[in-house]
Each structure stands twice: as structure tokens, then as C-alpha cells.
């Protein structure tokens, strides 16, 4: 990640950022400290004495003096408290040596029975079952009154409590003690700082300098030395082998958690792995008013507490001035120690909410986050860095050294010295950033007279109770209050400007009792705000690149409807507040007979009923059809061998409606099975497909999880599996996938040994370097042929037309198109396709870079000259709009063939196909599902530019290879579990998988 310079200055004034709330000459008095002149401020206290030992190693393991500071060069002797090498055997970031978890917590529970000033909690644990925890450090008297201390912080984070009395406030305020909260290697491959939090967890205990004794008496510091437990397990034996391989290449850290990788980090949206629920549980549970991330990557510390523009439109002002405060006093107390490469501006765009650190920006709280220097485990080694990383800039004006000797030591001293001279600042200023999480919590309730909208209404008479509480489910992750409405209620909708730029007449609304309302009235309501609203980033905007999406809107990727009030009468009406299981509580079945039907709205619970009741016949119908006094669509279940008991409880538990009668109704339909599934992996990236195998796993799906060695190796797929799964790999190309990692050097390999007790446990190889090969192509050539579908989404979409798999489907040249993580619309094509079930209303996807498809009749050479000729006409006589007459002969009859749409494949006539083999046989021409929307309707939160070049094109299509089929997305249909309503269009292709050939029999 190199730093970029902003294209503009952002001057601070500290005493404009201080003066966010004026400080009473009391509270300005109590954050004086007590400690010496400035110059030696930082000094330890001479009556302690230290552990010679460790600190000769310390000093032995730092590279150069300049890379460490006072406050961490030497460590303070205890007779009581045991040291960090009590455990690890040797100092903390000391060489060749990475400890486990297990080993981290080992020390932190010794250090907690030494030392009453320390506390040790279990926070929850992950995928795979291990445990998180988190460590309180504070002065004795802090801890013991840590229950009444969070009672009162629980006050200030919702002044409601307190009838909004600032008054009262500040008396809460004068009592309370700030929680400052601190994660450490949430990305794997980032191995710093377990040991760099375990010795700062000493220090603070343990350590009577003034300086440390300040912070003790005035924060309680919170942490979790490792928040990505089960990668952090898998780092440390990856690198045990390398320490026994040395002269070896050794594996890439493939697996980071159970599912997911490096986006991990992105999960504070949609709040789908244990990591992200613990934390922001923890940091919300605790009352916490800073959550400070500690990271891995460039040279030698850049705290992006400030970042880079833009910054998220939903965040309270005064955040943003914390922001600068924090960030502009680290840095300059580290410049003052002489450290060199510390810096606060960085190519971090500081907009999406999906970070785990930004948990606290969306309540209430202060995000930080460091990128310190690592070497991706603890060898020593020599970096050069590039002119980008140590040129000297106006925000970098002490940069790093062009190279260095970079050890572990050095990166465990930068941590702990940036995190101690934060905490120092936080200590000093603590009432400020009481009074200050106190004003955001006022002015989150406050919303809806300041900023607005008063609130969100997601309507009872919604066709997909399923997606609904799904997302009802993530705003109650996110502890937003729901409530739903006892009466009917009518409000005022926003003033809208039509086509012409005119305003339109205001209009009215009425929403159902039932319905649940989200009000901006509450402290959490910039979350709320930020996920439920719509984001629009400008095409030119001085940041061309942005870091991460762009867009986001939840109720869009859920395919939820939910309308943004603006009149606050809505906050009068009779509503009550309601859990998430409530929105479940609604009958299960309706009327009696023994034919129950259920219909298809593209609820992804769908394929967990079928697969939970896989012992019960069930069709699908293939049109839309009437029974029971309900309109069913395409696609509707039609069960006829079952009783209420059987589903009462399948159905309550996955909110759908069976609606009972007494006869079958008369409509064609098919039976749906429980179909063989594979989900196909890679050996270079499994992130990508980790979102996929969770979603699976969470809707019930059974699956077998298979490399492409393993579809290299089996010649008959298809008489073990019926759909085989690609999920997108990630940014990779048709070549890389076929051949896997180079063949050169040693065997890479992944499975469980004596060495490597953690690996393994998802997939294991005895070499994780052969790809897909060619035999796997053919392989996979020979499973569709015979009748199998194969799913593909963006790179392994690309992959598939690249090797013929997928005959008339070609790339979409972007054109100038930029879309960057946006949400898009599209328009239905195909409504009979199964894959199309249910979809009455066109999903709104998510498209990370614009990809689309064209299709054409003709396979191979001239496919996609074939396709949607040009618009313009060549140069010539008349206007645009007139034919060209060529000069010298009578004109000719004009070409009467009907111009293709893009989303079509151009009509050929006879002497187009006269004895060409390149003409797709009618059985076999690919079919458009889904295409992109028209230009002016296409973009519905994010960034896009150049739309034309996208607009219309194909988004989803259904190609033909033999008996079977190959479904290719452009977008990515599930992602970071925030794309709830796209979920359906790979499930309806998996529950319908022998119905997508033309015949509908392969």
C-alpha cells in the first residue's frame, strides 16, 4: 500500500480541533500530568530497577538505535509479574520466533494472576472454534470499578438515559475513566503484534515511570493481541517450516481464517464472521471510545487515523477533527523521539464503513488504524525501499531510510511506542474525548432535526419476508433499534425533481401495520444511515483510485425495499420496538388441503428447505399460476406428499408461507431435486470462493469442497456431481488458473504434519503449485457436455470463454468504463429462465470493475464482429441521422435486417450461415438472463464513468456446451454477505441445474 500525497493541504489548528467542546477550567486542569520537564518526560523512573537481560536483548535485537525510543528501549524488573518471555523464551519481537495464540493467551492470564492492575475476559471464538479474548490494563482501583465505570459510560453513549441533560452529563463525565481498545493481526500474514500488545500489557502493569503511571491512572486499555485466531495459528505454522526449509521456497499462507482472507477487514458492513461480531461486541459492550487496529505493510509507521479524502459522507464532524488531533499528535511525538518514517496521510480513502477499526466511527467512537513494517514472520531482513516510500513529502517530513536492516524487534518497538505516546495524548485530553463520545451520541439521536432523515421504513407488504429479515438481522448485529409499526401510517415523501429539472408534487405513502422502522432518533443511527442510504462517489474527484467500493446501499444488494423518510411526523406514529425474531413470527401456513404451494420470491431459504425436506418430492412450476386466492411466479414450490407438521417449523424457521389447497394446480412444472454440488478452489487465492462456501454453509447447502488438481484428475465429474461451483478467484487470468503456481523449485506443500498441526483442515495437497492443467480443461469440458452446469463468475467466467467452454459469449471491451465496488441495475431478459425465478423486480448487483459479456450466433472467429453492430454511420453525405448516397449508380434497397439490441445476438441470414461452421446450432446459442440498464438508469450507489460502454450488455448468461450448461456472472452474485438479493440467481440455477438446457431435458 504506498502512500500517495494529497493533492491538497489540509491545514490543523489544535487548538481548533481542541475547541470541539471547551474544556472547564477544571477538566483543563485534570489533564495536566504530572510528570517532569518536557525533555525528560519520557524518562523511566530511577528507583525501578530493570531486567538487565531483556533489555540487553532488546537493544541487541533493535537494527539501529534510531528505531526505537525511551519508552520502550529497556523494561522494568518486577519480582512478582512475569515477563513475556516467561513464555515465548525470549523477549518480545525477538528473532526466528512466532508464538501461537494459545501461547499469547497463556502469558496474558499469567500476567492477570500476577498483577491486579490486569484483567482477562473471553470474548467469543471462531469459525473453528477457538477462543478470543480481551485484556483490561489499568491502575488497580480502575479495574475493581470497571462494572460502575461502564454504567456510567453506558450513559453517555445514550444520553436518552439521561433525558439529554448536558448537566448530568458532565457529571458522568468527571466520574467516568475513558476505554481505550486496541486489536492486533486481524490479517494473518501481519505477525508483529501478539508480541508487541503482550509486553505493552506488561508495561502498563508494571512499569511506575510517570509517563506510563499517568496513562494507567487515566485509561483503561483494552485488548486483543489476536483477532484472526485461526490464521494467526495457520502464520505461525507456516512459518515454523520455513524455519526448518531454509534453503527452500516454503507455502503461501493460502487460508487466513475459516472463509475469508485479507477481506476479513471488510466485514464490518455486513458483520458475517465471529471475529467482527466479538470486536464490535466487545468494543460496544466495554463502552469503548476508541478502536485502534494494528496493521502491516509499509514502512516504518503511517497512521491512518488521518487518511485520505473523501471521508465518509455519514460520520459526525467532530470525528474528523479527533481524527486529525489523534494522528497529528503521534506524529509528532514520535518526530520528537527521533524515529524516523512516521506519517499520517496515506492512499487510505477513509470512506467505506467496512473496515473493522471503522466499528467505532459508526458508533460513536473514534477509529484508528497503524501500518507499521513487517517481514511477514520474524527473520531479519534487509529492505530497500522504493524512491515513493522514502522521499520526503510535506506530511512525511522525517521519512523512512532509503534501507534497512528491518527486524521484528524494530516493528514491535514502532507499535508499542506509537500505541504509548497515543494513549499518553488520549490520557491527557481524556474528558475531552468523554464529552466529545457523549456529543456524537446526542447528535446521532439528534439526527433527524439536523442532519436527517428521520428514518427508514422497510414495508410489511414486502413479497420476501426472508431477504427482509435478513437484513433486519445485520442492523441488529449492529445493535440498531427496529421497530415496527401497531397502525397503518401515512408521511410525506422527499420532493423529487423530474427529467426536465422541475420539481415534482409532493407525495404520500402509507405503510402497512407491520412494518418496521428504523429511526434515525437513536445512538446508533449513523450505521443505519450509512448502510441503508445511497452513496455517490464523483467521476472526478481529484482521487482517481479508489481504495475499496465505492458503493454499498444494503437495501439495493438485499433487494429490500426501504424508503428514506424525511418527515419526522413518522416518528409519531404507534410503532413498538421489535427483535428480529419477531419479524419470524408470522403463521407458516395458510388455509388447509393437502397440496401446500410456496411461492418463489427469490428467497435464497429456498434451497435450505429443499435441502432440509430432501426426503419430500417437490416440483417447481414453470410458469406463473394462481391458487389458494395468492398469485404465485415462476418457479413456486408445489409440494403434494408432506403434512403440516412436517413443515410448520422448516418454514417458520426460513420465513416463508406455504399456502395450503386441496388440489394440485394445473401448471407445467418440474421436479426439484437436491442436487450434487462441488465447490471447485484454486490453489493461488481462496478468499473470494470463501464468501461463497460460507454462504452455502449458513443457508445448509451440503457441498464437496475440491480443488482443480482434483478436476484435473477425474476424468467422470459428472457421475459424482450434478452443479460444480467457480466461484471468482480473484483478479486472476485464464493462464494463471490453468497453471497454477511455476513448476520450479520445491514442493509447496499444505496438509497437517507434526510440524504443521494447523493446516490442512479446509483442503490439503502435497503440493499446492500444479493448476487446473489441461486435462482439467477438458475435464470440466467433458462434466458440461455430459449434462453437468458449471457457475462462474469474473475471472472464472473469463476463464470459461477462454477455453470454449461457453460458445458465443465474448468479454465486453470496457470502452473507457469505470466502476469501482458499485452497485448497478438491471433489467430481467430472460423472465421464463429458471435462473430468473422470482425475480419480478430486476436485482440491483454489485459489479466490482464493469465487467460484461456480449453474445452472438457464431462461435470462434467473427463472433464478436457479429455482435450489435455500431450505431454510427460511416462519412458522407446528409446528417447523421441521413444514408449515404453514393455518387454514380441508382440508389440500392436499404438492408431491411432489424438492428440487434447489445443484449442480443445479431439475427443471421442465409448467406450467413451458407456452409459455416462457426454458426451456433439453435439448441445451443447462449441465453442473456440479466443485462446491465440503460445509461441514464444504471448507477445506483458508487462510482461509474462511461456508462454507455456497459449500459445494456449482458450481465448474466446462460451458454450451452452439449448436454449441459455453463452460467456465467459478470458480477459476483455473493459477496462479503452483503448481496442477499442476487443470492437466488446461482441458487434457482442450482435447484433447476437439469432444466437450463434448451431442451430442458439434457
Known amino acids: 500500500m504506498p502512500p500517495v500525497a494529497l493533492r491538497r493541504l489540509l491545514p490543523l489548528s489544535f487548538l481548533a480541533a481542541l475547541a470541539i467542546f471547551p474544556l472547564s477550567r477544571a477538566h483543563a486542569a485534570d489533564t495536566k500530568p504530572p510528570s517532569p520537564l518536557v525533555d525528560d518526560q519520557y524518562a523511566r523512573d530511577p528507583r525501578q530497577p530493570i531486567d538487565e537481560q531483556y533489555t540487553a536483548h532488546i537493544r541487541e535485537y533493535t537494527t539501529l538505535p534510531t528505531l526505537n525510543s525511551p519508552l520502550t528501549d529497556y523494561l522494568p524488573a518486577s519480582k512478582t509479574v512475569p515477563t513475556p518471555a516467561k513464555v515465548l523464551g525470549d523477549v518480545s519481537g525477538a528473532p526466528n520466533m ?34 478470543m479474548i480481551a485484556v483490561a490494563v489499568a491502575d488497580e482501583s480502575l479495574i475493581k470499578g470497571m462494572q460502575d465505570n461502564d454504567a456510567r459510560l453506558a450513559k453517555l453513549a445514550d444520553p436518552r438515559t439521561i433525558k439529554m441533560d448536558d448537566a448530568a452529563a458532565s457529571q458522568l463525565i468527571d466520574a467516568s475513566t475513558p476505554v481505550y481498545y486496541i486489536t492486533g493481526t486481524i490479517h494473518s500474514p501481519e505477525t508483529g503484534a501478539p508480541t508487541a500488545l503482550m509486553e505493552l500489557a506488561y508495561r502498563l502493569a508494571v512499569d511506575d515511570s510517570p509517563y506510563i503511571k499517568y496513562i494507567r491512572s487515566h485509561v483503561i486499555t483494552l485488548i486483543t493481541p489476536v483477532v484472526e485466531v485461526d490464521g494467526r495459528d495457520r502464520m505461525v505454522d507456516i512459518y515454523k517450516w520455513h524455519r526448518a526449509h531454509l534453503d527452500q521456497n516454503y507455502p503461501r499462507l493460502i487460508y487466513w481464517g475459516h472463509y475469508v482472507a485479507h477481506d476479513n477487514n471488510r466485514d464490518a458492513m455486513g458483520m458475517t464472521l465471529n471475529l467482527t461480531r466479538n470486536v464490535l461486541n466487545t468494543y460496544l459492550g466495554y463502552h469503548a471510545q476508541v478502536l485502534h ?49 512516521v506519517f499520517t496521510h496515506g492512499d487510505f480513502d477513509t470512506w467505506s464503513p467496512g473496515y473493522l477499526m471503522f466499528l467505532a466511527a459508526m458508533h460513536n467512537g473514534i477509529s484508528r488504524l497503524y501500518e507499521t513494517f513487517g517481514n511477514g514472520g520474524a527473520d531479519t531482513v534487509e529492505r530497500i525501499l522504493t524512491p515513493d516510500e522514502y522521499s520526503r513529502t510535506w506530511y512525511r517530513q522525517n521519512p523512512p531510510l532509503p534501507k534497512v536492516l528491518w527486524s521484528q524487534r524494530d516493528n514491535n518497538n514502532y507499535e508499542q511506542t506509537g500505541v504509548l505516546t497515543t494513549l499518553y495524548y488520549f490520557a491527557q485530553n481524556n474528558k475531552t474525548f468523554l464529552r466529545n463520545y457523549y456529543l456524537k451520541s446526542k447528535r446521532s439521536i439528534e439526527k433527524p432535526l439536523n442532519a436527517g432523515p428521520a428514518a427508514y421504513v422497510l414495508s410489511a407488504d414486502t413479497p420476501s419476508r426472508d431477504r427482509q429479515a435478513q437484513l433486519l438481522d445485520v442492523l441488529a448485529l449492529q445493535h440498531v433499534e427496529v421497530n415496527q409499526l401497531t397502525a397503518p401510517v401515512t408521511v410525506t415523501l422527499p420532493v423529487r425533481k423530474s427529467a426536465d429539472g422541475k420539481q415534482e408534487a409532493a407525495q ?138 412436517e413443515l410448520d417449523a422448516t418454514l417458520t424457521a426460513l420465513h416463508l408461507t406455504a399456502y395450503a389447497t386441496a388440489s394440485t394446480p394445473s401448471v407445467p412444472s418440474h421436479p426439484v431435486t437436491a442436487p450434487r454440488i462441488a465447490m471447485v478452489h484454486t490453489w493461488l487465492y481462496t478468499q473470494t470462493e470463501g464468501w461463497w462456501r460460507q454462504a452455502l454453509d449458513k443457508l445448509g447447502v451440503p457441498y464437496d469442497y475440491i480443488s482443480t488438481q482434483t478436476v484435473a484428475a477425474s476424468p467422470d465429474l459428472h457421475a459424482k456431481y450434478d452443479v460444480l461451483l467457480m466461484a471468482p478467484v480473484g483478479q486472476a487470468n485464464t493462464q494463471q488458473i490453468v497453471d497454477g503456481l511455476p513448476m520450479w523449485g520445491n514442493p509447496l506443500p499444505w496438509k497437517k504434519t507434526d510440524l504443521t498441526p494447523n493446516l490442512g483442515r479446509i483442503d490439503s495437497t502435497d503440493d499446492m503449485r500444479p493448476g487446473l492443467g489441461y486435462s482439467g480443461v477438458a475435464n470440466l469440458g467433458k462434466f458440461v457436455e455430459d449434462g453437468g452446469l458449471l457457475i462462474t463468475a469474473e475471472d472464472t467466467a473469463r476463464m470459461a470463454i477462454d477455453l470454449g467452454l461457453a460458445p458465443g459469449v465474448s468479454v465486453n471491451p470496457l470502452g473507457g468504463v469505470k466502476v469501482v465496488g458499485s452497485v448497478l441495475a438491471t433489467v430481467v431478459n ?19 470493475r464493469g465487467l460484461s459479456f456480449n453474445v452472438s450466433n457464431l462461435a470462434g472467429p467473427g463472433a464478436y464482429r457479429r455482435f450489435a453492430p455500431s450505431d454510427h454511420r460511416t462519412t458522407g453525405r446528409g446528417s447523421a441521422d441521413d444514408p449515404d448516397a453514393p455518387q454514380g449508380r441508382p440508389p440500392v ?100 441445474h437439469d432444466q437450463l438446457a434448451k431442451s430442458g431435458k439434457p
Open 830 to 848: 430472460d423472465t421464463a429462465s429458471p435462473v430468473a425465478y422470482g425475480y419480478t423486480t430486476a436485482p440491483e448487483v454489485y459489479s466490482e
Open 293 to 341: 487496529d494494528l496493521h502491516e505493510s509499509v514502512p516504518f509507521l503511517y497512521d491512518n487515523t488521518v487518511g485520505d479524502e473523501p471521508y465518509n459522507a455519514w460520520v459526525d464532524p467532530i470525528l474528523t477533527n479527533e481524527w486529525q488531533m489523534l494522528g497529528w499528535s503521534n506524529v509528532g511525538e514520535m518526530a520528537k523521539l527521533g524515529m524516523p518514517g
Open 508 to 645: 404520500q405513502k402509507t405503510f402497512p401495520t407491520g412494518s418496521y422502522v428504523v429511526r434515525m432518533d437513536q445512538p446508533y443511527s449513523r450505521i443505519a444511515d450509512a448502510l441503508l442510504d445511497k452513496q455517490y462517489w464523483a467521476p472526478d474527484d481529484p482521487q482517481k483510485t479508489p481504495y475499496d467500493d465505492t458503493g454499498w446501499t444494503m437495501g439495493s444488494l438485499f433487494g429490500v425495499d426501504t424508503t428514506r423518510i424525511t418527515d419526522t411526523s413518522i416518528l409519531k406514529a404507534s410503532m413498538t420496538p421489535v427483535t428480529p425474531a419477531a419479524a419470524a413470527a408470522k403463521s407458516s401456513i395458510v388455509g388447509s388441503g393437502s397440496v401446500y404451494l410456496i411461492d418463489n420470491n427469490a428467497d435464497p431459504s429456498l434451497v435450505t428447505l429443499r435441502y432440509r425436506l430432501r426426503q419430500l418430492g417437490i416440483a417447481a412450476s414453470e410458469a406463473p399460476f394462481t391458487a389458494a386466492d395468492h398469485s404465485f411466479h415462476a418457479g413456486s414450490f408445489i409440494i403434494t406428499q408432506a403434512t403440516a407438521s
Open 98 to 131: 512466532l508464538p501461537y495464540a494459545e501461547d499469547v493467551y497463556r502469558y496474558m492470564r499469567m500476567l492477570a494472576a500476577a498483577s491486579p492492575r490486569v484483567r482477562v475476559m473471553t470474548i467469543g471464538h471462531t469459525e473453528e472454534g477457538r477462543e
Open 893 to 992: 434497397q436499404a438492408d431491411t435486417q432489424p438492428k440487434p439490441k447489445p443484449w442480443q445476438p445479431a439475427p443471421l441470414n442465409v448467406e450467413q450461415t451458407r456452409n459455416n461452421p462457426y454458426v451456433i446450432p439453435a439448441a445451443l446459442r447462449p441465453d442473456v438472463v440479466l443485462r446491465y440498464a440503460d445509461a441514464d438508469h444504471l448507477l445506483i450507489s458508487g462510482l461509474l464513468d462511461n456508462g454507455q460502454s456497459l449500459a445494456q450488455h449482458a450481465t448474466v448468461v446462460t451458454a450451452h456446451l452439449g448436454k449441459g450448461s455453463v452460467l456465467l456472472f459478470a458480477n459476483n452474485p455473493i459477496y462479503r454477505g452483503e448481496t442477499i438479493g442476487s443470492y437466488s440467481l446461482l441458487l434457482n440455477a442450482v435447484l433447476n
